[in-house]
């Protein structure tokens, strides 16, 4: 009886160990562990033998039935391991190629600027207001206390629609705009397209301006810097030398220009150099301008300034001709 | 204006650095364009004399010269000019010298001669363009002279740009009167001194004035017997560092006071004067007159001149007749130093198209008390250079003096404006530093007269301004204002804008910014003509390519678009975010519609899993539902026919009843007419329409919470049915419990008929109260197969 079971599990454990693949394992187990298989048949056939040899032939069958288990198990684990290592290597595939999806769009430079410069003073309590870019000379020069026979209208170079009617040199007559439609308080930055008949590498007869406007009770001159001073220490670093200079405009009181003391690579040297740029321009708004739009000058007092939005790209980017804003040209556009 | 540091430096005592000097004058607000050191590069150039030329032996062109510069012997040098001869004198640069532009002079030989040096043109000396020729100085300049100091090129010149309403600063009187303010110094003026002799000009001339609100002043000076003849080297020198040409010390003097005071002078040859007489008058109908430039001019009534008993002989304040033009054979002249209306000189400058140096300085306003200064420094000069007589008397007509404004500055309000303490002392020091002359001064006031020169300061603002200039801009402190907000809103759509944008982006199109304006033919090329009848144009357009606004997008997105094809770009998805414009008959100013316009062209966005494939018609449709379904839109396309799409392939996008723009794909003839791709696919949305109407906050509707049931259908319909109508019968015949309808297949070919297509969808059923059995959809299907059969003769697949 021994000796039988003995065969049975040799002759068993080395039909496992031969087997190569999760299927013949499993014909290995129907075998001697199915329903008719050698180990089954002979615990089925216990019922012919002595009380004695019954207890002998189960404890001995359950012991191979046990041990076969386990060997089915380990092998089955084995097997298993072999065939996932088998299926990764299969399904080998190259990560570096690119990825399936949307490629990248674009915002145009001059727009990120324009909204990065719109969020800052956003924050600050300022709303977007927007004016026509085919403007009445009233707005455009005339309410601004720029008359007819001012000098400052011949260093517009404007293009004219017809009598009275001009594409805007500047963003400002939305200034007169904005204040005819509500009495003060008003605080409003004015993103726009200015046209001037100019064109060369640094001149545009398209630009984008923006202006700010903010009429108060009490507003200094000095709140005309701390304001610029905040936007210009956001957008351009907190170590960004800044300086007011006096400078003349016809709709503010008084004027000045802002320049950033600005650190960039020559172009043709390759050293680092620092110049003064000018960046914006900026005044007390002119007690002429508030006549216009009948604003009480004795009691409200107010800023505005206006600042180049393609300038200020140009800058920060290092770009090197305003022409290549306007080019549209994807190498160009790609870059930002 | 260019101003000369060692001129400057006549007027006031400076002893700052230049550099420190032009730090000083940025900060006042006279802006330095540039800095430069004319003769910075020039050294060992001195005053020669040519004493013998010779042709060379072996160069038709060339000479050889034999010039003295003062040394035991005299140099040889080789040269090609033709304008010297013996006796001229001449810079010439000896062995050594140095000139602009890094060049170094040693000896060598041209054409076999050796040549030891190198005598000068204008232009080799930074001195002007001029290179016709050498540069020959008057016979009294001391040979062996060093150039740098003689010429005045041992200086340093900074060019400001002086703002428009400082016209006072286009003179070195006027910068140094502001810097001497500043620095509290003694403004120093030239000196005149003037020997009258013989005629009283009262008895030789006469002034009258018959408009007097044109021509508030009018002086004249008779100086007779006049030498005309080259100006001295450092009057030369002075108006070339002034960018100037010298032509004759007439001329060249008057120049030279305009330079001086910011007052411009006219010479007349008196002899040409018709009865000695100057009349300033309105031009009469129909008169014409002959410019210094020798341009005849038709002049209108509006405009002034100074005429002579006969005729106009100067167009008043712009630019002198030729008639009475001061040339060499000019003995006597009758020197003219006016005041006019700045207006006035503006209109007729702008009138006659002559934009000149004098009309510069009369439009900006001059000085109407400099008027007499001006004209004596003018006299003079010329006793000095010309060898003038000054006749006794000057004929000053100034029939009401031009008094200043009187203008009240409260200190407090300076405060107030400028958010400074600056003490009332300090304010009135700045003013009376600066020429303003108190009237009254009271302890929270003054009352200040402006000077002459400031026709500027007009308002109490003015004031403060002055004050705040010379007080620092830098001294004022910065403080940040609390911000109030009108409770107005001014443009309500600029966010949705904004978010759009970045939308569009993040969806793999890239943003392009063109240009406003338009092209009619453009828009014809592209097809899309609508408004194009509507176009805004320009009076004074940049160039013929552009002459108005655009009233569509396509223009430029196809350009765009094959400006990039051609530099290599082969799958180009683009996007324009901006406004157009369309004339409205009877407004003064056009709509402005702020558009949205998409282009595809050429291959889809490449993958290295996918095959290659031109755009086609639902990539640009996938975008407009993407936008559109983003901003919460359902919209609907009606197919057309027009020019700018293929047939078959155009249609209006409508949101209900409401056109808001087009989409299609464009048509060959637009596509070949821009160098485009076969393949190319546009769509334009009127933003501005489509946000007119925002969108209602959305409701929440319960999550169902019993399961749906899912159904598919394909039905087999003739090609010319679309999906659209499949659709709408579906929905109408599915009853309420039917959720959602989508196609999920589109199938052509075997073994369905030629004209045939199969069309599959997956209808979503859902009851908000129970569990959907079997039966309620079928009963659901059965109703949606018969009224497709019915209404499309649609049949089961």
Redesign the interface.
């Given at each position: 009886m021994k000796e039988r079971f003995e065969t049975i599990r040799d002759e068993a454990l080395a039909r496992i160990g031969a087997t190569t693949d999760l299927k013949s394992l499993d014909e290995v187990r129907v075998a001697y562990l199915g329903r008719k298989g050698k180990v089954t048949e002979i615990l089925r056939g216990l019922g012919q033998a002595s009380p004695e040899e019954r207890k002998e032939i189960g404890q001995r069958a359950n012991t191979l039935k046990k041990e076969l288990n386990e060997c089915l198990d380990t092998r089955k684990n084995t097997l298993e391991e072999q065939e996932n290592l088998e299926k990764v290597q299969s399904e080998n595939i190259d990560i570096s190629?690119?990825g399936?999806g949307?490629?990248?769009?674009?915002?145009?430079v001059?727009?990120q600027i324009s909204?990065e410069v719109?969020d800052i003073f956003s924050q600050?309590?300022?709303?977007?207001?927007?004016g026509?870019?085919?403007?009445?000379e009233y707005y455009n020069f005339d309410a601004l206390n720029t008359p007819d026979?001012?000098?400052?209208r011949?260093?517009h170079d404007t293009?004219?629609?017809?009598p009275?009617?001009v594409?805007r040199t500047q963003t400002s007559p939305v200034q007169i705009r904005?204040m005819e439609?509500?009495?003060?308080?008003?605080?409003?930055v004015v993103p726009g397209?200015v046209y001037r008949?100019d064109?060369d590498a640094t001149h545009?007869?398209?630009f984008v301006q923006m202006e700010g406007l903010?009429v108060?009770k009490?507003?200094?001159?000095?709140?005309l810097?701390?304001?610029l001073?905040?936007f210009l220490h956001t957008f351009f670093g907190k170590d960004i030398q800044v300086?007011?200079?006096?400078?003349?405009f016809?709709f503010t009181?008084?004027?000045?220009?802002v320049d950033i003391l600005w650190t960039a690579r020559d172009r043709h040297t390759g050293e680092m150099k620092s110049k003064w740029l000018e960046i914006l321009g900026c005044g007390?708004v002119?007690?002429?301008v508030f006549k216009r739009v009948s604003y009480d000058y004795e009691s409200y007092?107010g800023y505005a300034f206006g600042l180049g939005i393609d300038r200020i790209a140009m800058v920060r980017h290092a770009v090197s001709s305003i022409t290549h804003?306007?080019?549209?040209?994807?190498?160009f556009?790609?870059q930002f | 204006m260019q101003i000369s540091f060692n001129w400057l430096k006549e007027f006031i005592a400076l002893e700052v650095t230049a550099h420190e000097l032009a730090e000083r004058m940025?900060?006042?607000?006279l802006?330095i364009e540039a800095i430069t050191e004319p003769g910075k590069e020039i050294s060992e150039v001195y005053v020669g004399q040519i004493i013998d030329i010779q042709p060379h032996p072996d160069a038709d062109k060339l000479v050889i010269c034999k010039t003295d510069v003062g040394d035991s012997e005299p140099l040889q040098i080789v040269c090609g000019a033709t304008n010297m001869k013996v006796g001229d004198k001449i810079p010439t640069a000896v062995k050594g010298a140095t000139l602009p532009g890094g060049f170094t002079i040693g000896k060598r030989k041209m054409r076999g001669v050796e040549s030891c040096g190198m005598m000068c043109s204008t232009r080799e000396l930074n001195l002007g363009e001029d290179h016709s020729g050498l540069m020959i100085l008057p016979q009294d300049t001391p040979l062996g002279a060093d150039i740098r100091k003689l010429l005045g090129l041992d200086d340093i010149v900074f060019e400001i740009e002086v703002?428009?309403?400082?016209g006072d600063w286009a003179s070195m009187i006027g910068v140094a009167r502001e810097l001497a303010a500043f620095y509290g110094l003694e403004l120093q003026l030239p000196k005149v001194e003037i020997n009258e002799s013989g005629e009283e000009a009262g008895s030789c001339a006469s002034v009258s004035i018959e408009e007097e609100n044109l021509c508030p002043r009018y002086a004249g000076r008779i100086l007779r017997n006049v030498t005309v003849k080259p100006s001295p080297p450092w009057l030369c020198a002075r108006l070339m560092a002034a960018g100037q040409r010298p032509i004759n010390n007439i001329v060249d003097i008057t120049n030279y006071i305009l330079l001086e005071t910011g007052h411009p002078l006219h010479a007349f040859d008196y002899e040409k004067l018709a009865e000695n007489r100057i009349v300033v008058r309105r031009a009469q109908q129909g008169e014409s007159i002959t410019t210094l430039d020798g341009e005849s001019r038709k002049l209108t009534e509006d405009m002034l001149v100074i005429a002579d008993a006969k005729q106009a002989q100067a167009v008043a304040g712009v630019m002198g007749g030729a008639d009475s033009e001061v040339d060499t054979q000019t003995k006597d002249i009758l020197l003219e130093s006016a005041y006019f209306n700045?207006?006035s000189v503006?209109?007729t400058a702008r009138g006659l198209g002559l934009v000149t140096e004098a009309a510069q300085h009369f439009?900006?306003g001059a000085d109407p008390e400099i008027v007499v200064y001006a004209i004596n420094r003018a006299a003079t000069l010329m006793q000095e250079l010309a060898d003038a007589e000054v006749a006794p008397g000057i004929l000053d007509e100034y029939p009401k003096r031009q008094e200043g404004k009187e203008i009240k500055l409260r200190y407090a309000r300076s405060t107030?404006?400028?958010?400074?303490d600056i003490e009332p002392k300090k304010q009135q020091t700045i003013l009376s530093d600066l020429g303003f002359v108190s009237q009254q001064s009271e302890e929270d006031f003054c009352v200040v007269l402006t000077p002459s020169w400031r026709h500027d300061v007009n308002?109490e603002?003015?004031l403060?301004?002055e004050v705040?200039?010379h007080y620092g801009?830098?001294d004022?402190?910065?403080?940040?204002?609390?911000?109030?907000?009108?409770?107005?809103?001014?443009?309500p759509v600029?966010?949705k804008i904004?978010a759009l944008?970045?939308f569009?982006?993040?969806?793999?199109?890239?943003?392009?910014?063109?240009?406003?304006?338009g092209n009619g033919e453009n828009e014809k090329k592209s097809g899309m003509t609508d408004q194009t009848e509507h176009m805004?144009?320009?009076?004074?357009?940049?160039s013929e390519n552009?002459p108005g606004?655009r009233t569509t997008l396509l223009p430029g997105l196809y350009a765009?678009a094959s400006?990039?094809h051609k530099?290599g770009?082969r799958s180009?998805?683009?996007f324009e975010m901006?406004?157009v414009?369309h004339a409205v008959d009877e407004k003064?100013?056009?709509e402005?519609p702020f558009y949205l316009g998409i282009v595809l062209s050429g291959i889809a966005?490449e993958?290295?899993?996918e095959a290659e494939r031109p755009v086609d018609f639902h990539d640009i449709k996938g975008f407009m539902d993407t936008v559109l379904g983003h901003l919460g839109y359902a919209v609907t396309l009606k197919q057309l026919s027009n020019s700018a799409f293929q047939e078959g392939q155009g249609a209006i996008v409508k949101i209900k009843k409401r056109q808001i723009g087009y989409i299609g794909k464009t048509a060959l003839a637009a596509a070949k007419s821009y160098d485009l791709p076969e393949s190319v696919f546009v769509l334009e949305l009127n933003l501005s329409k489509l946000f007119e109407r925002p969108m209602p906050p959305a409701q929440f509707k319960d999550i169902p919470q019993f399961p749906a049931s899912l159904r598919d259908l394909a039905v087999v319909v003739d090609l010319s049915i679309s999906a659209a109508e499949l659709t709408s019968v579906i929905k109408n015949a599915g009853g309420p419990l039917l959720k959602s309808i989508d196609v999920f297949d589109v199938y052509r070919g075997n073994p369905l008929p030629e004209n045939k297509k199969s069309i599959a969808f997956n209808l979503v059923f859902q009851s908000p109260d129970r569990t959907l059995k079997d039966k309620d959809t079928q009963k659901a299907i059965e109703k949606i197969i018969k009224k497709l059969q019915q209404q499309h003769g649609a049949e089961l697949r």
């Open positions: 190629l690119p399936r949307i490629p990248p769009g674009h915002v145009h001059i727009n909204d719109l600050m309590g300022f709303q977007v207001a927007v026509p870019d085919v403007e009445t026979d001012h000098p400052a011949d260093s293009f004219f629609v017809k009275g009617v594409l904005v439609q509500t009495p003060p308080p008003v605080a409003v397209r008949v064109l545009s007869p398209m903010l108060d009490n507003i200094t001159f000095a709140d810097k701390g304001t001073m905040h300086r007011f200079r006096p400078h003349f016809p009181e008084p004027s000045a220009e007390m002119h007690p002429e007092s804003l306007y080019d549209n040209d994807l190498r556009l790609e | 940025t900060m006042l607000g802006e703002t428009p309403n400082r700045p207006r503006r209109a439009q900006r107030q404006l400028l958010g400074v308002h603002t003015d403060i301004e705040a200039r801009y830098d004022i402190p910065t403080t940040m204002p609390p911000i109030r907000q009108s409770d107005r809103v001014f443009a600029e966010k904004r944008r970045r569009l982006a993040a969806q793999g199109l890239t943003e392009i910014v063109n240009w406003s304006f805004v144009m320009l009076q004074n357009p940049l552009y606004m765009t400006y990039n530099r770009a180009i998805q683009l901006g406004p414009y003064e100013l056009p402005e966005p993958h290295w899993s």
